[in-house]
Structures are given as C-alpha cells and as structure tokens.
C-alpha cells in the first residue's frame, strides 16, 4: 500500500508538472492564438472584440503570468480547456468529448486484440521452438519493419473504393445520425474494419516477437525443468509455469502502449480520416489551433500516466517480488 | 536381502548427433537398491548430471539418449523399462516413482507462485481423487517433516533462505513418497552448516519414509559419511563402485585415490592433501584406453591402448566392488 501511495505521488507530480509545461509552451511560442484568430476573420473585429478575446483564451495581457496560472488550473479543473479555433466557438471539451471514444474504441480494441493473439501466438512460438511455429517470425519480422502509413496507403488503393465493402475514409456513413442503433454501429463497425486490420497488421508481430523470445528465455529456468520432472500436464507447464513468467515485461510494454492508444495513432486516423483524436490534432496543427493541440496534448499526457499506473498495479498483482511488505 | 528399485543398464548419452557427437555418458551400468543411498562422485563434467538427467528422460535438447535402459521396479507389479515409456505414462512415472532435487536450490522454485501453489499442483496432478483439504494437509504435513512451518505454505519463494527453499525442494520431492529421490548437488549452494542439517534430516527421513537416493556430488568426503555406496564418474564412465567404507579405506583406482587425497576427511585420521595433476578430460577428444591415463602417476602402456571394463576385482573376492583400472590386482 505505501508503494502505491509514493507511486501515487509522484504520478501527481508528473501530472502537475506536464500541465504546467503545457500552460507555458503555447506563451512561449511566437505570435499567440488570438492574432491567428483576429488573422482568420481578416480585420473585421473590433478592438473590445480582440480584447475580450484574449481574456477567453486566459491571454489577459493585464494580468500577472501568475493570475494566468491560477486561472488555468481553475479551468483545467472545471473541464474546461478554452474555445476552438478551427470549430470557433465549440468548446475544445466538446470537441475532444465526441473525438476520444472513436479513438478509444478503434485504437483500445485493436491494441487489445493485438496484445493477446500476439502474446498467445509468441507462447506458442516459443514454446514449440524449432517446429513449424518457427516459420511465423521472418513474417512477423518483415510486417513489423513496414511502415504504417504505407500499410495503410496501400490497403485503401487495394481494398477500398466506391463499389468496395471497405469505405476509405471516415467513422460512419455521412448521412447517419450517431446514436445506438444496429444500422449506426453497424456502419461504424464497417468502417473500423479496414484500419483496425491494418494496425492488427503491423503491431502484432512486436507483441509475438518480445513474447516468444521470453519464452525462450524462461524455457532454460531450472524451476520450468523441475516442473517437467513434476510430471504435470505439459499444458500446465507452459502456461502456469513458462508463460505465467514471461508475461511479465510484456505487461508492462502492454501497459505503456495503452497509453499511446490516445497518441500514438495520428497516421491511422490521418490516412483513414477517422474521426477521433489524432485527426484532431492533424486539424488543429494545419491551423494553428492552439488550445485545441493543448487539449490534445493534455489528454495524451493524462493517458500516458494512467497507463504507466496501471502497469505499476499489475506488475504489482503479477509479480511477487515487486511487493514490498508480506 | 538387497533388491533392486531401480537399474541402469548400459546407458549412453550423447550431445548432438553423428560425428560430432559428443559422448558424455558411456556404458553406465548401475543398480539402485531399496531403501539404499547410493553416491555418484566425480570431477565437473565427468557426466553424473547427465546420467541424472538421462535417467529421468529430462535432458534438454541437444542431449540424447543414444542407448541402454533404466529399468524401475515398483513396489508391487511388474518391473518396466523408463525409456520405452510413451509421454502419458512418463508423466505418470515422475515424481510419483521416481523424483528430483535439482542442482539449483534457488531457482528451482517458481518466483511468481506461493509455495503451497507448487506443492499442490503436482499433488493435484498425480492424484486428482484427493479432496483439495486432503492435499493441503499432505503438503503441510511433508514441510512439517522437512522442518518447515505449515504457516509458510504461504510465502514466495523471495521470501525464504536458502536453505529454507532446499528443504522446501526435498519436501516436495518427497510429497508424492516416491521410491526413489534423485539428489543431484542439492546443497552445493547452501553453507556447511546448512548443508549437514538437511542432509541429517535426509536420512532420518529416509528411515522413516524408505525411500531409495542417488547422491550426486562432487563432494566425496560427504558422500564418505552419508551414503551406503559410492560410484566413482571419470570421463562419463563408472570407473569404481564400492560400499563406501571400503572405498575409504582401500580404494583400488588411481582416480578415487585422487579424489580422497584432495579434501580433509570429516572424520578419522589426518592425512597428506595431494589433489590430482591436470585436468578433466575433453569429452569432444577423449584419450585412447582408460581415459585417466593422462593423469594417472601408475599408468603403463596398457592403459592407453585397451579400456578396462568394470568388473570385480580379482584381488579382493568381494561382489559387492568393482572397478574398471588394468592395474595388478584389479580388472583381470
């Protein structure tokens, strides 16, 4: 328990100190968010309008940098993370609020399913060393060095295309309304389809990779020999004894990539134009969206320390030796 | 009288296949009696784990079992040759007949399960009819023999000493009461005090129990003491077999002479540390005839020429020795 408390500080300390970078960055880069609003309505705005502006964007040139702080933290506290500018006047909350479970869906079940059919196939592989089985890693090896653009690229010029099952491009049909219904999910689900394999593709052959080499790795242990010697069903041995001890840096490495599911897929939602958080952060880099980035950027720091948590957790469940108490 | 539980019979274990096997265990002829601890001595390499792990069908790829049969005779029933046992069957033959104590005490221990996870697995997969209370209280009351508490069912391996972890190892070698417990240097890790507890304890639990051990060691001052009768290894052959006192006191190869002279006797009188000059031999270029001859301060021209079988020594009329040596009085 007081493992978990310290981590539990110091994931309070990283957060508080990634907010705080985020806060000063877009003040640090030349020209501010408002001139490339005033910029976009080409001259058309009043001075009062202009200084309202700022005051929305907590850019109040007669505040201190301090009372900017505090009324940043007051609003990240509140959920609110300012207006954008692409979407001028949507709420950069509304907008993440209706692009993160796109993202979380594709990304979250694709990297699950990846995590365990790669986890599973690399048990085998690494089990059954010197079988057919061996035949899998120059492929996992050739697709893991492909890049993902390019996989993706060449999926929609194969597979997709006006008369194709596979649409190329969006998160649903134009013309449904998104709501629970079969039709909605049903499309929702077709157009998924196409990027998900693509990133089953191209990361499963990492999770097989890491895994069958730890299995090989855990193979030549001593106590793997003595529950051989046990006589215990070979099932037994490879998944109780072998497996349940090469999972564990594949946990972790697990761990770590949920937290990229928010980050990390920019070129699967560029390339498929999926509606969900990379695309937003493509949008707002075109456009010089400043609160809209520093929204995203939030999210993804936010995800990539829940993640870390997590992974602290279940190495904590997972491995004995990590406790600290009895 | 003496029978056997379980004999080895002409084995051979090579590494790798063809010409460029290499032949770590050759003609190994070996009977285990009931109830007896029979030692098994020799330098690094001379093959003793080998046939250990030979004996059991556990040696890892590249080792193969290129000839010979361990044949094990049960309680009751007919005897049966392990080798030719299918995959079911030898599960059912391991740790139920036969067991192991592994060379490391250490690793020999799942780190990520609980010690009572590992001892009732392999109660569960031997005897599945039993009650899951009844295999607890077995557990616990074979730790209770090996001088464990029950209330340490509990605990990871992390959390033990070394020594705690072997007698952990020795009980669940012994949780199935199987006929025959191989001991392959299971105290090598462990400190001299540490290592003479377990062993005390070994015996007595044998005379409660009656089970049969091969001693692997490389320690023969140890084995001097605690063991029935002793094998002597060189070069991945037997090369003296004796009851241990008649080792001690009157051995007949050049080798067990050596490896007497190279440690201090636990007990008895003082005598002269010699050691024995140079090294083992290279099993991929083994010398011609008796393969000690290299080191040997009595060889002459017939020992680099034919090899000496093992048999009783025509000097001393006594069937329960043998060695394998051309020198007078020995081999015929």
Redesign the interface.
């Known amino acids: 328990m007081k493992f978990l408390l310290q981590r539990l500080t110091f994931y309070v300390f990283t957060a508080w100190a990634a907010l705080t970078i985020n806060f000063f960055i877009p003040r640090l880069i030349p020209g501010d968010p408002v001139t490339s609003l005033i910029n976009k309505f080409q001259g058309q705005m009043s001075t009062d309008a202009i200084n309202s502006l700022y005051v929305l964007f907590g850019l109040d040139k007669n505040a201190s940098l301090w009372s900017q702080y505090v009324d940043y933290w007051g609003q990240v506290f509140r959920g609110d993370l300012g207006l954008s500018f692409t979407f001028f006047p949507t709420p950069v909350a509304e907008i993440l609020r209706q692009s993160l479970p796109w993202t979380i869906a594709l990304v979250g079940i694709t990297t699950f399913a990846s995590f365990m059919i790669g986890t599973s196939l690399g048990v085998l592989a690494g089990w059954r060393r010197g079988s057919i089985m061996d035949g899998l890693l120059p492929v996992t090896t050739f697709l893991s060095s492909i890049p993902y653009f390019w996989l993706g690229l060449l999926a929609i010029t194969l597979l997709a295309g006006p008369d194709s099952f596979f649409p190329s491009s969006g998160g649903y049909e134009p013309g449904l309304v998104p709501s629970w219904n079969a039709e909605f999910i049903g499309s929702a689900v077709q157009h998924s389809l196409l990027p998900a394999v693509t990133i089953l593709i191209s990361s499963v052959s990492g999770w097989i990779l890491t895994m069958r080499n730890m299995m090989v790795t855990v193979a ?4 793997i ?9 070979e099932r ?1 041995v490879m998944v ?2 072998a497996a ?2 090469a999972l ?1 840096p594949n946990v972790s490495g697990f761990a770590l990539s949920l937290g990229f599911i928010v980050g990390g897929t920019l070129l699967v939602e560029i390339v498929f134009s999926y509606p969900g958080i990379g695309y937003n952060l493509f949008q707002a880099v075109g456009s010089k969206d400043y609160p809209l980035m520093q929204g995203v950027f939030l999210v993804i720091t936010l995800s990539v320390l829940v993640a870390n948590l997590l992974a602290d957790v279940a190495y904590l469940l ?4 990590t406790r600290k108490e ?1 | 009288m003496k029978t056997p539980v379980l004999e080895i019979k002409n084995f051979h274990v090579d590494y790798g296949l063809g010409e460029e096997a290499v032949q770590a265990v050759r003609d190994v002829t070996l009977t285990l009696h009931r109830g007896e601890v029979l030692g098994l001595a020799g330098e690094s390499g001379s093959g003793k784990s080998t046939l250990a792990y030979g004996v ?1 069908r ?1 040696l ?1 790829p590249p080792g193969v079992i290129s000839g010979g049969s361990v044949v094990y005779h049960p309680p009751s029933g007919d005897a049966y040759d392990v080798m030719t046992l299918t995959d079911a069957e ?7 007949e036969t ?2 104590v ?3 005490a250490m ?8 010690v009572s996870t590992q001892m009732l ?2 109660i569960k ?2 005897e599945p009819q039993l009650s899951p209370q009844a295999r607890i209280a077995r557990a616990q009351e074979m730790l209770k023999l090996v001088g464990i508490s029950a209330d340490r069912m509990d ?2 391996p ?2 033990l000493s070394g020594g705690m972890r072997q007698r952990v ?1 020795i009980g ?1 070698a012994l949780v199935l009461e199987p006929q025959v417990v191989i001991m392959d240097e299971p105290t090598t890790a462990l400190d001299v005090v540490m290592q003479r507890q377990i062993l005390a304890q070994l015996v007595e639990l044998r005379e409660r129990l009656g089970f049969s051990v091969l001693f692997i060691t490389h320690d023969l001052s140890l084995l001097v003491e605690f063991s029935d009768r002793i094998a002597i290894m060189y070069g991945g052959r037997i090369v003296e077999e004796a009851r241990s006192a008649d080792l001690y006191k009157d051995s007949l190869h050049p080798y067990s002479e050596g490896l007497l002279k190279s440690f201090p006797a636990l007990r008895g009188e003082r005598r002269e540390l010699s050691g024995i000059p140079g090294s083992p031999p290279d099993l991929r270029g083994m010398p011609s005839g008796c393969s000690f001859h290299p080191r040997c301060p009595q060889a002459f021209d017939r020992c680099s020429s034919e090899i000496p079988l093992l048999e009783i020594p025509s000097a001393r009329n006594d069937p329960n020795r043998s060695v394998a040596c051309w020198l007078p009085g020995r081999t015929a």
């Open positions: 030549s242990e001593d106590y020999t003595v529950a051989h010697a046990k006589g215990l069903p037994r109780s004894y349940r001890n564990l997972l491995d004995p030796r009895g | 059991t556990l890892p030898l599960r059912k033959f391991r740790w139920a067991s192991i592994f060379q490391g690793n020999s221990l799942n780190p990520v399960h609980k697995d392999v997969a031997h605990a990871y992390h959390q190892m669940m």
